[in-house]
């Protein structure tokens, strides 16, 4: 088990809760009121510091607008996604926007958004090219969400470069990888711990946390687990 300061919540689908050392509090893809899979005590985010974005579809950017609005967080995101949400009423204060390779610093950490092999849409318009996250917590871990995507090489680079210590991956197939893809990505990058993620919320889904955990430690040292919405992970 790792050793860290940071709170980690998987709040179901792809949407997760974390709590800095400082007590930032942080949300990524925060699809949370009609998430059937979010627990009704994190239904709400008026806690929110800062929401972070992978891409602009829907599950993902969920009650972002909303919990802006209540919270007065900073929302980070891809440059085209971010002039979609001022479109549709994020205050221009609140708006951070960045690209693929870019590094933002917050408080006691920071964030770089880097490639995802997936399509991204918001209001029906384009919201510029998917991503995902590497959180990097100063003197903690490295947490890197991989949004919504299919297996590509550059994952192995993400790994060498970053050196990620807990990863989330999609493998929910069907809008993402399944499990063997996904297995195969951990394989590239190498982290210490994989997070199943994206699966599960519709019928659709169908990917197997289990057959992920099973592929994924025959292929690599990576330990999957595999929490319950709204637990404490490392707690």
Not at 155 to 181: N, Q, R
Not at 218 to 231: A, F, H, M, S
Request: hydrophobic share 35%; charged share 25%.
């Amino acid at each position: 088990m790792l050793d860290t300061d940071v709170k980690i919540f998987w709040l179901g689908h792809s949407a997760f809760k974390l709590v800095s050392p400082a007590g930032k509090t942080i949300y990524i893809d925060p699809f949370l009121q009609q998430n059937p899979k979010t627990p009704d005590s994190f239904k709400k985010a008026d806690d929110a510091d800062y929401i972070l974005l992978t891409h602009g579809h829907e599950d993902h950017v969920g009650d972002s607008l909303e919990i802006a609005e209540k919270s007065g967080c900073k929302v980070v995101s891809q440059v085209e996604l971010s002039h979609l949400l001022k479109k549709h009423g994020l205050d221009e204060d609140q708006r951070v926007e960045f690209n693929k390779g870019g590094t933002i610093s917050f408080d006691d950490f920071s964030v770089t958004l880097v490639s995802a092999n997936h399509s991204s849409s918001f209001g029906g318009e384009y919201a510029g090219e998917a991503g995902g996250l590497v959180v990097s917590f100063d003197d903690d871990i490295i947490f890197y969400h991989l949004g919504d995507t299919n297996i590509f090489a550059d994952l192995e680079f993400y790994g060498e470069l970053y050196e990620p210590d807990v990863i989330a991956v999609p493998m929910g197939d069907y809008y993402t990888m399944g499990p063997k893809e996904a297995a195969m990505c951990c394989e590239l990058i190498d982290a210490a711990v994989a997070l199943p993620v994206h699966y599960g919320t519709f019928p659709v889904l169908t990917g197997d946390p289990g057959e992920f955990k099973d592929l994924t430690e025959e292929y690599c040292e990576t330990e999957v687990l595999i929490p319950k919405p709204g637990e404490e992970i490392f707690g």
